[in-house]
Antibody, heavy 121, light 108 residues
Framework: EVQLVESGGGLVQPGRSLRLSCAASGFTFDDYAMYWIRQAPGKGLEWVAGITWNSDYIAYADSVKGRFTISRDNAKNSLYLQMNSLRAEDTALYYC??????????????WGQGILVTVSP | SSELTQDPAVSVALGQTVRITCQGDSLRNYYASWYQQKPGQAPVLVIYGKNNRPSGIPDRFSGSSSGYTASLTIRGAQAEDDADYYCNSRDSSGKYVIFGGGTKLTVL
């Protein structure tokens, strides 16, 4: 059974940093691209970042480029999102999602339950 | 980057057929995927590619595309299909993933 479990969220002040982690199990982690997608309270889905199976291609939404860094450790079956210079508009439920393929695509076939990040003074 | 446009809300009578649409320039070049999200739950992929259903998705769900519009069709809608539906694809440059704003489907 595929499982994606996010951790590291919480309440943080504007301008500070937070690092999210996603522990993956139930599939061969280094065969697939991985993604972070967020959902602000009561709003729609927003793709944040994606990373291919071997980290050779990484992409970010314009809204987070230069502030967030996605990475993965295939030996630990883990995905990360380093979030710096956080803003109020980054407040959202952050989902870790598995790609359907190894490369950079837009199909996400498994999602974690999400971790809440709240940016507030 | 380009956008994907969805109707905010659609309703369907129990057992009837409903089509949810997604419009965007990039859909001429890229397929849309469709996700179902129920309150308090993570999204679930229901359609991807030309018209592919992941394992476990009922065959009453189907996808199609024509020009700038992708569609998700639910034939014989059930009470459990009451949910938000999101399309996604790539933007016109192909570099970024974009989502539609979502459609709230109400099964009457």
């Amino acid at each position: 059974e595929v499982q994606l479990v996010e951790s590291g969220g919480g309440l943080v002040q504007p301008g500070r940093s937070l690092r999210l982690s996603c522990a993956a199990s139930g599939f061969t982690f280094d065969d697939y691209a991985m993604y972070w997608i967020r959902q602000a309270p009561g709003k729609g889905l927003e793709w944040v970042a994606g990373i291919t199976w071997n980290s050779d291609y990484i992409a970010y939404a314009d809204s987070v480029k230069g502030r967030f860094t996605i990475s993965r450790d295939n030996a630990k079956n883990s995905l990360y999102l380093q979030m710096n210079s956080l803003r109020a508009e980054d407040t959202a439920l952050y989902y870790c999602a598995k790609g359907l393929y190894s490369g950079n695509h837009q199909e996400f076939d498994y999602w974690g339950q999400g971790i809440l990040v709240t940016v507030s003074p | 980057s380009s956008e994907l446009t969805q109707d905010p809300a659609v309703s369907v009578a129990l057992g009837q057929t409903v089509r949810i649409t997604c419009q965007g320039d990039s859909l001429r070049n890229y397929y849309a995927s469709w996700y179902q999200q129920k309150p308090g739950q993570a999204p679930v992929l229901v359609i991807y590619g030309k018209n592919n259903r992941p394992s476990g998705i009922p065959d009453r769900f189907s996808g199609s595309s024509s020009g700038y519009t992708a569609s998700l069709t639910i034939r014989g809608a059930q009470a459990e299909d009451d949910a938000d539906y999101y399309c996604n694809s790539r933007d016109s440059s192909g570099k970024y993933v974009i989502f539609g704003g979502g459609t709230k489907l109400t099964v009457l």
